[in-house]
């Protein structure tokens, strides 16, 4: 039972517009959602996360929304660039689990030029 | 900039020989985790330290995987006998308490002819 999914394998996307990565859960115990970017070569890079208690993160150009009612989260990159392109992990924590995280398996993004 | 170290980088060896991976968790961080890659999946979680002592291996095939922390500096990860369905690339991370982001290492790219 996969508990954290993101159903698109790969997105591609011009320079300068949105991108937009989608991930749902199913375990309601999860309270933290994490986005993880990576490179070829090297490990994943923690790059944004949320607090249930929270519907909306932003940090720059990105920007990650939860909705708790859907056990969805989504990451936008506005705008994109081409150093964007990498494989965008999302990942959720419980509090009971001390940290432990659940990843999805990835979704590639290309930003084209 | 602090980081994960993993060695080796690579790894190539005949099935049914022991594989051992090394991983330096960042100074101060008190929990270590260790990810397997596949190509047909996403980061699966094997097994996790706090403060030495192992939380969680309930990810890890027990026949023929083992995790320790000999000290706080390094955390091993061993595989013995090794098997072709083993070839992954395997990710060390680190994380203080109460911390959710973790930072990776660049991992260990393993693979068993």
């Known amino acids: 039972d996969q508990q954290v999914k993101q159903n698109s394998p790969s997105l591609s996307v011009q320079e300068g517009r949105i991108s937009i990565l989608n991930c749902d859960y199913t375990n309601s115990m999860f309270d933290y959602f994490l986005w993880y970017k990576k490179y070829p070569a090297e490990g994943p890079t923690f790059l944004i996360s949320i607090s249930s208690i929270k519907d909306k993160n932003e940090d720059g150009r990105f920007t990650v929304f939860l909705n708790k009612s859907a056990k969805h989260l989504s990451l936008h990159i506005v705008p994109s660039q081409p150093g964007d392109s990498a494989v965008y992990f999302c990942?959720?924590?419980?509090?009971?689990?001390?940290?432990?995280?659940?990843f999805g398996d990835g979704t590639t993004l290309t930003v084209k030029p | 900039d602090a980081r994960v170290t993993q060695t080796p980088r690579d790894k190539v060896t005949e099935m049914g020989q022991e594989v051992t991976m090394r991983c330096q968790p960042i100074?101060?961080?008190?929990?270590v985790f260790w990810y397997r890659q596949t190509m047909m999946q996403g980061l699966e979680l094997l097994a996790y330290f706090r403060n030495r002592a192992p939380l969680d291996d309930s990810g890890m095939p027990k026949d023929r995987f083992s995790a320790e922390m000999p000290d706080a500096t390094l955390a091993t990860l061993k595989i013995q006998p090794s098997e072709p369905r083993d070839s992954a690339v395997y990710f060390c991370?680190?994380?203080?308490?109460?911390?959710?982001?973790?930072?990776f290492g660049s991992g260990t790219r393993l693979t068993v002819v």
């Open positions: 991370a680190s994380a203080r308490t109460g911390d959710y982001g973790y930072t």
């Open positions: 100074l101060g961080h008190n929990t």
């Open positions: 990942a959720a924590s419980t509090n009971t689990n001390a940290g432990k995280s659940t």
